[in-house]
């Protein structure tokens, strides 16, 4: 059974460039989450989906960002116009059923803006 | 979700037991301990939870105090490959399970 997929593990965009994050969930997984991390700092919460719904995204910046996780493919985190405060590492999780369930993360996507 | 305390950082000798404190005083009844690690650059690793009762599993154990203002996370026998910052969350997985992480402990393992 293989883990949280992402690609690429690694994305170089210049600013005013779209950046398109991908994240495959476990087999079985319906619930995805995806955080960010500046560097030396901690995981902050973006957003929440189930298969064809957003479920919480509060802690997703009001402009630029969207996510998708639709009923077939890997759910996708969209930043339009990037800037150079993007760079960071995006880490996708999923899990089962998503209720006090442990989280499996994938190995992240590092984005650099240039 | 209620906030979490922890050290900055610790050390632990190799083959000696590492035990992560945290403080959660504001804990909600509903609300589980939950403990991460991450080791440098990768996703973040699973490692316990627990609501009320002490729990262990092959990685480790983890203590919570009786009335739940605190717990303690312990590996056994730490290793140099458990070198990583250690996170510990407190959940009521009725948001979605959208675990808050703070700074973590920097647990750092020596020869």
């Known amino acids: 059974n293989a883990g949280v997929m992402q690609n690429p593990r690694h994305l170089v965009r210049r600013r005013g460039q779209e950046a398109r994050l991908r994240c495959s969930p476990m087999k079985g997984h319906s619930h995805v989450y995806w955080y960010r991390q500046l560097p030396e700092e901690g995981l902050k919460f973006m957003v929440y989906?189930?298969?064809?719904?957003?479920?919480?995204e509060s802690g997703m910046p009001k402009e630029r960002f969207s996510a998708e996780f639709p009923k077939e493919g890997p759910s996708i985190l969209r930043i339009q116009q990037v800037v150079r405060g993007d760079s960071a590492a995006y880490f996708c999780?999923?899990?089962?059923?998503?209720?006090?369930?442990?989280?499996?993360f994938g190995s992240g996507t590092q984005l650099s803006v240039l | 979700d209620a906030k979490t305390t922890q050290p900055t950082s610790m050390d632990c000798a190799e083959g000696r037991a590492a035990n992560l404190p945290c403080n959660h005083s504001t804990i909600s009844g509903n609300e589980y301990v939950y403990w991460y690690r991450q080791i440098h650059s990768q996703g973040p690793q699973y490692v316990i939870h627990?609501?009320?009762n002490n729990e262990t599993n092959e990685m480790a154990s983890l203590i919570i105090t009786e009335d739940r203002k605190s717990s303690t996370l312990i590996l056994p026998h730490a290793t140099l490959r458990d070198t990583a910052v250690y996170y510990c969350?407190?959940?009521?997985?009725?948001?979605?399970?959208?675990?808050?992480f703070g700074g973590g402990t920097r647990l750092m393992v020596k020869p």
């Open positions: 989906l189930q298969k064809e719904n957003i479920i919480d």
């Open positions: 999780a999923s899990s089962p059923r998503g209720a006090n369930e442990k989280l499996f």
């Open positions: 969350i407190v959940s009521s997985g009725n948001a979605g399970n959208m675990l808050t």
């Open positions: 627990g609501l009320k």
